[in-house]
C-alpha cells in the first residue's frame, strides 16, 4: 500500500487548493491515457507490457537457470538496465546468498570492468541477456559483442542456448541476430520505451533469475490505478515546486535497499521531463548518510531544492539497548523533515506500508503515472530524449575520425 503526503512538512507551499487548482487539467490527459490514444503509453494498460505466456516462458527459464548457473550476466544501459536493479537491490537480502547472481555490464566504457568480468567468469558457469530496445546503443553494443566472444569460446557449439535477447519484435541488429542464429529472445514493446520498461520483460527476466516473485510485482502494478489520483497530486505538487523555482528534487530514504530504485526513478525523472530549458533535476539523497555530507546544504543552502522522501513503514527490527533501531529511523524522518520545511526546504512523504514486490510494483506504476502528467503539465513530451542526441553525433564523428 502506497500513501502521498503533501500537505505535513510543505509550509505553505502546497494547499489542498492550490493542487486542486490543477486538476480541470490534468483531467484531460488521464482520458487520453485511458483511451489508449496517447503515443507510447502502452505501459499504462499492465496487459500491454507482458504477456501470461510471456511470464510463463520467463520463469520457465528462469528457473532452469537458477538451477545451473553461477551469474546471469545482463548487458544493458538507462531504461535497459536501471528497472531491473532497482528491483533485485530493493527486493533482495543485502547480503545474497543465492547461488545465481545477476551482475551488470554495458553501463559505461569502462576496460577495467570487462576485463576483470572476464576473468571472474572463467570458472563460472553463465549465461548471458543483452537487453537493447533499439540494438544499437554503443555501451551495449560493444559489452555484448565482447561477452558474445567469450561465450562461444566457452561453451563451442552450445553457445546458443547460453544467450538470451531482449529487444523489439522487429527491428534492429539484435532481432536480425536472434532470428538468424535461433537465440531464445524476449520482446520489448514497441509502444513501450526504455525507462517505462520495468514491468516488461526488459526489467522482469533478470528479475526472475534472481529469485523475485514477477507474479507478485505484476500484481501490485496491476491494482496500482486506484492510485492515479495521488500520483496526480504528486505530479502537481512538483510542478507548483517547478514554478517556485525549486529546480532540484532530493530523491530521499533511509533504507540504503532503495537506492537502485532512487537512480530508476532519477533516469525516468530526468529523462523525461528535463527538457526545454525546463524541469527539476532529481538528485539521490541517501539518509541518514548524507545528513552528514548535502544535509547542510539542503537546510541551510540555496532555497533551489525540495525533498521527495520514500519511507518505508515496517520491516524487519533490531533492538539495541532497548530501543527499537526502526522507531528511530521514524523518528529521524520526521525530524529531518520538520527541520527542512522550518528552513524553507519542502518535502513530500510517499509511504509504503512494507517493502515488497506488490508494492514496488505499485510504486513503480505510480511513478509512471506522475511522470507522464508532470511532462502534461511543463508542455513536455516526457517519451522522447533529444537532448541525447548531440553528444551521440559528436562520439560517432570522433570514432570516424580516429579510425
Ligand atoms: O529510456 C530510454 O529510452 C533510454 O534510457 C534507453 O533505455 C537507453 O538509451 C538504452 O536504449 P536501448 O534499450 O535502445 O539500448
Known amino acids: 500500500m502506497i500513501s502521498f503526503d503533501y500537505l505535513t512538512h510543505t509550509r505553505g507551499f502546497l494547499t489542498c487548493e492550490k493542487v486542486a487548482q490543477y486538476y ?119 559489452a555484448f559483442d565482447f561477452l558474445y566472444n567469450i561465450t ?27 532470428n538468424k542464429e535461433n537465440f531464445t529472445s524476449f520482446i520489448i514493446p514497441d509502444k513501450i520505451g526504455g525507462r517505462f520498461s520495468a514491468l516488461t520483460p526488459a526489467g522482469l527476466f533478470p528479475v526472475a533469475v534472481s529469485g523475485i516473485d514477477i507474479e507478485r510485482l505484476l500484481e501490485g502494478a496491476g491494482f496500482a490505478k486506484k492510485y492515479v489520483p495521488q500520483a496526480v497530486d504528486y505530479a502537481i505538487t512538483r510542478h507548483i515546486l517547478l514554478t517556485k523555482n525549486r529546480v532540484v528534487e532530493g530523491l530521499t530514504f533511509y533504507e540504503k535497499k532503495l537506492n537502485g530504485f532512487a537512480l530508476w526513478t532519477q533516469q525516468l525523472l530526468g529523462e523525461s521531463l528535463g527538457k526545454n530549458q525546463s524541469g527539476v533535476l532529481p538528485i539521490i539523497n541517501r539518509n541518514t548518510t548524507n545528513l552528514h555530507s548535502i544535509g547542510q546544504f539542503i537546510q541551510d543552502g540555496s532555497k533551489i531544492l ?72 511543463q508542455s513536455v513530451n516526457p517519451f522522447d530524449q533529444p537532448g541525447v542526441e548531440e553528444y551521440k553525433r559528436l562520439i560517432k564523428e570522433k570514432m570516424n575520425e580516429s579510425n
Request: proline letters at 1%; glycine letters at 6%; aromatic letters at 8%.
Open 24 to 142: 480541470k487539467k490534468t483531467d484531460s490527459f488521464l482520458a487520453k491515457l485511458e483511451s489508449g490514444k496517447e503515443d507510447m503509453t502502452d505501459w499504462y494498460d499492465i496487459s500491454k507490457t507482458i504477456s501470461k505466456n510471456e511470464v510463463k516462458d520467463i520463469i520457465t527459464l528462469a528457473n532452469e537457470i537458477k538451477k545451473n548457473a553461477d551469474v546471469l550476466v545482463v548487458v544493458g544501459i538507462g531504461g535497459s538496465y536501471a528497472g531491473s536493479n532497482a528491483i533485485i537491490e530493493a527486493l533482495s537480502p543485502y547480503f545474497n546468498t543465492n547461488k545465481t547472481k545477476v551482475i551488470f555490464a554495458g553501463t559505461d566504457l569502462s576496460s577495467e570492468y570487462l576485463i576483470q568480468l572476464a576473468s571472474y567468469l572463467k570458472d563460472k558457469d553463465f549465461y548471458i541477456n543483452v537487453i537493447s530496445k533499439s540494438g544499437n546503443t554503443l555501451e551495449v553494443k560493444l
Open 152 to 178: 562461444k569460446e566457452k561453451y563451442k557449439s552450445d553457445y546458443k542456448k547460453r544467450i538470451i535477447i531482449t529487444t523489439d519484435k522487429d527491428k534492429g541488429n539484435l532481432r536480425q541476430l536472434a
Open 306 to 377: 525540495f525533498e521527495t522522501v520514500i519511507k518505508v513503514n515496517s520491516g524487519q527490527d533490531l533492538i539495541i539497548n532497548n530501543t527499537s533501531l526502526n522507531n528511530i529511523n521514524n523518528i529521524a524522518i520526521s525530524a529531518v523533515a520538520t527541520a527542512h520545511a522550518n528552513g524553507n526546504v519542502p518535502s513530500l512523504i510517499i509511504s509504503l506500508d512494507k517493502l515488497n514486490e506488490e508494492n514496488l510494483g505499485e510504486l513503480i506504476y505510480f511513478y509512471f503515472i506522475a511522470t507522464s502528467i508532470c511532462g502534461y503539465l
